[in-house]
């Protein structure tokens, strides 16, 4: 199949430039590599990626110039209240690195947006982010105004109007020294579902994930410095079917691998070998042809070719998107109230 690049994804880590390099001897590569400045390490379950772009980077892999920080919890669910909780005083900290470069001061002005549709389950993060922070403005209203701003400009289909616009007027009203933006994103690997949280300081294209992408917001185009923070609440059809493939390719080819093996008599339940990812799939090629053994991205693509004209075209949230959304909005705002605080608070 010819080399194209289908998956429509908000994070960098999932760029077909960083996911060709999932090995150790391919990480290192990546971290030799001109324009881009690669590093992973894993705190507790939190695995942290850092990955700097410059400019010859960014014609490498079409990301901005700038630095993107990702956090990823892969063993998070909708009910681990306290996994979530430290995966966002994760963020926290990381924001405060991303930010010491502009030496904000205690009297700075932020300005924090919500993105999104609240009326829209998977893209309320933003919104009802916001409805959480504006708690913070009044501790932080003078008699010659306000230090901490808040607002959540709604989607171009609810007022006819380029979210973009409406941010740039707010920040020429504001003069903020920082704009944080607060949005939902899409994935290409259904495992990081809400289990992730991107910062960048290059700004935010709204919907671009989706395939519905509108003007950009960031430095360039505001002229003050834009952090944008992202959930992946979404992730795109034909992902979804390659991932469900690829799971029972992989248990066929495993069962045929355990086949033969003594131990297989000793199982109790129908399943021993759970790391199915490492079976071969040759042996499948007689049942299912070459593709069995095609790689995942060039299965998304073959899905992606049939649907793209088709009414199954399609992106998808998990089920519980209405309890994570509700504490993913709520933990998001108490970490940006504790980063406000403690910048307000320093000397």
């Not at 993107?68 to 209240?81: S, V």
């Not at 690195?97 to 999104?116: C, D, M, R, V």
């Not at 916001?130 to 709604?154: C, H, Q, T, W």
């Not at 009203?173 to 289990?195: G, Q």
């Amino acid at each position: 199949m010819e080399n194209y690049d289908f998956y429509r994804t908000d994070l960098v880590v999932e760029d077909e430039e960083m996911v060709k390099h999932h090995t150790e001897g391919e990480k290192e590569k990546l971290e030799e590599s001109e324009g881009i400045i690669f590093s992973e390490e894993r705190k507790g379950r939190t695995i942290l990626t850092t990955v700097i772009v410059d400019e010859e980077g960014e014609k490498r892999i079409g990301k901005k110039k700038g630095t993107y920080i990702t956090l990823t919890d892969p063993l998070l669910n909708a009910e681990d209240r306290k996994g979530l909780t430290k995966l966002a005083a994760s963020m926290g900290k990381q924001l405060k690195k991303l930010t010491e470069p502009l030496s904000l001061q205690p009297n700075s002005k932020i300005l924090f947006i919500g993105l999104g549709n609240k009326d829209v389950t998977p893209d309320a993060v933003g919104p009802l982010t916001m409805e959480r922070l504006n708690a913070v403005v009044p501790d932080y209203y003078k008699n010659d105004g306000a230090e901490i701003f808040v607002y959540s400009p709604g989607v171009t289909i609810q007022t006819g109007l380029e979210t973009a616009d409406f941010i740039k007027a707010v920040v020429e009203t504001v003069s903020p020294d920082l704009l944080i933006v607060v949005d939902a994103l899409a994935a290409r690997d259904s495992s990081r579902l809400c289990r992730t949280i991107q910062l960048t300081d290059t700004g935010i294209h709204p919907g671009s994930g989706v395939g519905n992408s509108r003007k950009e917001v960031s430095q360039e185009t505001l002229g003050v410095p834009v952090v944008a923070i992202g959930i992946p609440t979404v992730v795109d059809g034909p992902v979804l079917i390659a991932d469900a493939i690829d799971t029972l390719f992989g248990y066929m080819a495993s069962k045929i691998e355990e086949e033969n093996k003594p131990s297989s008599r000793l199982s109790v339940t129908p399943w021993l070998n759970t790391d199915t990812k490492k079976a071969d799939r040759q042996t499948l090629i007689p049942v299912f042809g070459d593709w069995a053994s095609w790689p995942h991205e060039e299965r998304v693509q073959l899905f992606e070719e049939v649907l793209s004209n088709h009414q199954l075209k399609t992106f998808i949230s998990p089920k519980e998107i209405d309890s994570w959304v509700q504490l993913y909005s709520s933990e998001l705002s108490m970490a940006l109230t504790s980063w406000v605080n403690n910048l307000k608070q320093s000397s």
